[in-house]
């Protein structure tokens, strides 16, 4: 078996890759702060137990009308630009997150949410795969996930320091996050889109979807 070198590995990332990999690891931080912290931002918007159940299972069920729509737009229009929607509804989520005066109104930011899950999710791995080649892929697959699980980290720990002092402010922090990751990505889409698009482009109509 010959030796893991790391800086051989990473010529493997190419350049549009390591961007939007960049825009990938600040859009997560964003979602590792505050995802786990809803359940305590729900009770200090005075919502009880059972209207907390509520909203993880309408939140579980929003993204399931999405993830059709999403991988479809994604074969569609391409994977960058399928991804610079998404990230554009998964930005005014989170500003709504952040002024939200009730609960209730976190509904409505779970919207723009469950657009950037499902357009960029689907959108992420086909990017990926066709990034690379099919005798690297495997490698690329491994590297891209190691370095994305990092968000796994950092996000919870600053989101857990910043919400101890406000929870305002730490849903602020991680909308500047997310706005990092959302203009890359609009940036990408209007350098790189062109030439990741799929041949068959075509515009998107309800009998495509049908």
Do not use: H
């Not at 299972?57 to 229009?77: E, K």
């Not at 350098?191 to 515009?203: D, G, L, W």
């Amino acid at each position: 078996m010959k030796p893991l070198r790391i800086t051989e590995n990473l010529k493997l990332i190419t350049p549009p890759m390591a961007v939007f990999l960049g825009s990938m690891i600040f859009a997560n931080i964003a979602s590792n702060m505050q995802r786990p912290m809803q359940s305590l931002y729900l009770q200090e918007l005075g919502a009880g137990i059972d209207q907390i159940g509520v909203f993880f299972t309408i939140s579980m069920i929003i993204p399931m009308v999405f993830q059709l729509l999403g991988g479809w737009l994604s074969d569609t229009i391409g994977r960058l630009r399928a991804v610079a929607i998404g990230s554009t509804g998964g930005l005014l989520g989170f500003i709504l997150f952040a002024v939200a005066p009730t609960w209730e109104w976190l509904l409505v930011a779970q919207i723009g949410l469950a657009m950037a899950y499902s357009f960029v999710g689907p959108s992420f791995q086909a990017f990926i795969a066709e990034q690379s080649s099919p005798e690297n892929r495997g490698k690329v697959f491994g590297m891209v996930n190691s370095i994305y699980m990092v968000v796994g980290i950092i996000g919870p720990l600053l989101a857990g320091v910043l919400a101890d002092q406000d929870f305002r402010l730490m849903l602020w922090v991680a909308c500047a996050f997310y706005a990092a990751a959302t203009f890359i990505r609009l940036w990408l889409s209007r350098r790189f889109s062109a030439s990741t698009s799929p041949k068959n482009a075509e515009k998107p109509s309800f009998a495509g979807f049908r």
